[in-house]
């Protein structure tokens, strides 16, 4: 079974507009963290924001939020104000367990673009 | 967050041969992890490099394919052998740094 879904293969908003990218996942692991990478047509993995599963609040990072929902097992990514420059895929992903040793499973990723 | 210099960046490779990519990390760190982008698709994991001991490979990959080499703490190489034009991908090192993961800027393969 897929550990991380992202059900929205590609996604087309308008500059300026908010813009909701879904993800939902599925661990029996009380611990885990989900993470949110932007890729750019230059290939890069760009860190946008973490939440970890005994987080209280909802994470935020300037424009970027995470809309988690734990019962739910749900950890959307809000971007508000969308730019031309946030055009590129965007990719959920999982840590099951504590730690760095543990591997990030990624989703199938959402391409999402930006129009003027 | 770690700081990864990955090498090279690119290449086109000659179906048959191999390609050896380099990973190093400004800091010493666990584990260091190798993904497989291929092209459209996500990053799947190929095996996970802990310095002094046997790479950990994922159901699908195998070490004379994908032999890793965890000399030190800071460094780390994936060599891609006896290429075929469907080992075409980006390769992706990373690193977990404070709860983090950050990530090598890739190796864009292409085999002809």
């Known amino acids: 079974a897929q550990k991380i879904t992202q059900t929205q293969p590609g996604m087309f908003v308008q500059e300026k507009e908010a813009v909701t990218l879904d993800c939902t996942y599925d661990?029996?692991?009380?611990?885990?963290?989900l993470f949110w990478y932007k890729q750019p047509s230059s290939g890069e993995m760009i860190f946008l924001i973490y939440q970890g599963s005994y987080d209280q609040q909802n994470a935020t990072e300037g424009r970027y939020s995470l809309n988690f929902q734990k019962a739910r097992k749900s950890a959307n990514l809000v971007i508000s104000a969308s730019q031309l420059g946030d055009s590129a895929m965007y990719f959920c992903?999982?840590?099951?367990?504590?730690?760095?040793?543990?591997?990030?499973?990624f989703g199938q990723g959402t391409r999402l673009t930006i129009n003027p | 967050s770690a700081v990864i210099s990955q090498k090279p960046s690119r290449d086109i490779c000659q179906r048959g041969t191999s390609l050896t990519i380099q990973c190093q990390v400004d800091?010493?760190?666990?584990?260091m992890f190798w993904y497989r982008q291929q092209p459209g698709q996500s990053l799947t994991l190929i095996a996970t490099?802990?310095?002094?001991?046997?790479?950990?490979?994922e159901s699908g990959f195998v070490i004379d394919k994908f032999p890793i080499s965890r000399p030190n703490l800071t460094f780390s190489t994936l060599t891609v052998s006896n290429m075929s034009p469907e080992d075409s991908s980006i390769y992706l090192c990373?690193?977990?740094?404070?709860?983090?993961?950050?990530f090598g800027s890739g190796t864009r393969l292409t085999v002809v």
């Open positions: 992903a999982m840590r099951e367990g504590d730690g760095g040793a543990q591997k990030l499973v």
């Open positions: 661990t029996s692991d009380p611990s885990y963290g």
């Open positions: 990373s690193v977990s740094k404070w709860s983090g993961y950050t």
């Open positions: 800091s010493q760190v666990t584990m």
């Open positions: 490099a802990n310095q002094g001991s046997e790479a950990t490979y």
